[in-house]
């Protein structure tokens, strides 16, 4: 079974170099620029909460009369993972999740919030993506990510839902965004120290203890059944791509900046 997980490994490698190569970063050039990025980024941090909570909620009993569902090692995996997702800790030890924090570290820099808490509130009340995509004026690209995420959601195989948890999110941070929003906290701490405590708190929690429990997870879900590794490869490298194609249309709002 470790095998299938190097076989996934190398096979998305082109793909993971493409995106933690690409030219959105280098893009990235003052404080303003930073805040388009996360004005996109944001629902991707957002479906990323609600691919975790699904997962918890299929591989745990999450139901009165509780029942115990699966084998107790993955409902273990998952349930530390959602604790620090969900409940971690900002600058000064308070508990939030890693969203809320996200949107605390984009009200420090100015960025825009109000599209993405549109979009939440409109789908907390109604339940209707179409509606709180219109209202929100969400991003086409942001819109095309979330909804490939939700797809994968109601697919309700969770085999697929935990790989492109394990390989469709961890891991994908450039030495090179790091060293910018390092460069950018020491000219303008106040406005950038939220989010590069989140950044390090990424590759501290996300990138490190929890992508180990998460390859043990999707390890644990698709066993030795040949379809599922398959499926999980094919839909791993769909996940790589709506990712790329996220980040070009930052790229292209930034481009599009520049020019006027």
Not at 14 to 31: D, F, G, L, M, T
Not at 42 to 71: H, R
Not at 156 to 171: C, H, M, N, V
Request: hydrophobic content about 40%; overall charge negative.
């Amino acid at each position: 079974m470790r095998s299938s997980i190097e076989k996934i490994k190398k096979n998305i490698e082109p793909i993971r170099q493409e995106i933690i190569n690409h030219k959105v970063y280098s893009a990235i050039k003052n404080i303003d620029d930073l805040r388009v990025f996360m004005q996109f980024h944001v629902y991707a941090v957002w479906d990323f909460m609600s691919l975790l909570k699904t997962l918890q909620n299929k591989l745990t009993c999450t139901s009165v009369p509780w029942f115990p569902m699966g084998m107790a090692d993955t409902r273990y995996l998952i349930n530390e993972i959602v604790v620090g997702e969900e409940s971690d800790v900002d600058l000064n030890g308070i508990r939030k999740s890693h969203f809320e924090l996200y949107l605390d570290a984009m009200k420090q820099c100015g960025a825009d919030t109000s599209k993405i808490e549109i979009f939440t509130d409109t789908l907390k009340k109604t339940g209707d993506f179409k509606a709180a995509y219109l209202l929100s004026e969400t991003p086409v690209e942001a819109k095309d990510f979330v909804d490939f995420t939700f797809k994968i959601i109601q697919s309700d195989k969770d085999y697929l839902q935990s790989a492109i948890f394990t390989f469709g999110r961890e891991d994908l941070i450039p030495g090179m965004f790091i060293s910018i929003i390092n460069e950018m906290h020491k000219n303008f701490p106040d406005e950038i120290s939220i989010f590069k405590y989140y950044i390090d708190r990424h590759i501290e929690v996300d990138g490190d203890h929890h992508s180990h429990l998460a390859l043990q997870m999707t390890n644990n879900l698709c066993e030795d059944n040949e379809l599922y590794w398959k499926e999980a490869e094919e839909t791993v490298i769909e996940s790589l791509n709506q990712r790329i194609e996220l980040w070009n249309g930052v790229y292209r709002l930034l481009a599009e900046r520049k020019i006027y």
